[in-house]
């Protein structure tokens, strides 16, 4: 039977977020969709509307659903999200959010979560704790004040750069598979320098078992400034998604080459640090259009 509502019936609450998210594991579980569960284990979500009336009940909001991947989960996770399971997670987050609330949950998204980064203050903490325990002349020689402050300064550059270049190369391998299919490195036109190193790297692999596997697509085997090319030499796939060529490449270059020294770890002053950032807030922005 069709329940109806009138306007005053509604609440507009937003449910609480952790236990609205436990209930759609469960749910998608007792369906049967672990796969689609799993993908979402770590995960925080957040629930907004923007006052806008969905038009499928009268006067309920338009509700999205964000979910926030983990930083080691991301890129797995994005690679197998399909239109597919974006509207069986919708549907199945319409079906846990109270009728009453007056909340249509009309659309997914993704995002990253930084939450999992250490923050400064903890690396601070663990420096410092780590130079009480030797002698003081020597904490002083080894870990001087000032190595910590740059220290401080540039562990917010790492997440930076970690976090843009998974989520370019998450970025290529979804729009290469919409285009190519699971074959799509075949179609990619990737150079001999490019074949080259994931070739060498993943022999390397092979050889040293104790490190960890980079990803289930060799585009994780290559560079920030590998992933720039592999974007121009196939334009006619990435450009419905950037302004130019030559914006995203800029912008790309632009931090690899503040990456390399960080590599090294060397430092780098405010502007580098804040080139880093700027760019990674351009990208990041531009590129999820295509996670929508």
């Not at 329940?3 to 609440?11: A, G, I, L, P, Q």
């Not at 964000?66 to 991301?74: A, G, L």
């Not at 509207?87 to 659309?107: A, F, H, N």
């Not at 004040?145 to 190369?169: F, Q, T």
């Amino acid at each position: 039977m069709l329940v109806k509502f009138n306007m005053s019936d509604f609440t507009y609450e937003i449910p609480d977020e952790e236990r609205f998210l436990l209930a759609v594991l469960i749910n998608l579980k007792r369906k049967g969709l672990v796969n689609i569960a799993s993908l979402l284990e770590g995960s925080k979500c957040t629930i907004s509307h923007g006052g806008q009336f969905s038009r499928r009940r009268w006067n309920a909001f338009w509700t999205t659903v964000h979910f926030d991947i983990p930083i080691n989960k991301y890129e797995d996770v994005m690679s197998q999200i399909t239109e597919e399971i974006k509207e069986i997670l919708r549907s199945v987050c319409d079906e846990v959010i109270p009728p009453r609330s007056g909340l249509d949950v009309m659309g997914i998204k993704f995002s990253l979560s930084l939450e999992d980064v250490p923050r400064e203050r903890d690396l601070i903490a663990d420096l410092k704790r780590i130079a009480d325990e030797l002698p003081p002349e020597l904490a002083s020689e080894i870990i001087p004040d000032d190595i910590k402050e740059k220290a401080r300064k540039m562990s917010g550059i790492y997440a930076y750069l970690y976090c843009v270049e998974n989520a370019l190369r998450a970025f290529i391998v979804k729009i290469a598979k919409e285009k190519y299919g699971d074959d799509y490195l075949k179609n990619l036109k990737l150079n001999a320098e490019i074949e080259r190193k994931i070739m060498n790297r993943k022999e390397s692999k092979e050889k040293i078992k104790w490190l960890s596997v980079r990803g289930d697509s060799d585009i994780f085997y290559l560079d920030l400034d590998d992933l720039a090319k592999i974007i121009r030499n196939n334009w006619d796939i990435f450009n419905p998604y950037f302004d130019s060529q030559e914006w995203i490449t800029t912008n790309i270059n632009e931090i690899a080459e503040c990456r390399h020294p960080v590599a090294h770890h060397s430092y780098l002053d405010e502007y580098e640090r804040d080139i880093i950032r700027v760019n990674f807030i351009k990208i990041m922005k531009q590129i999820s259009e295509a996670f929508k």
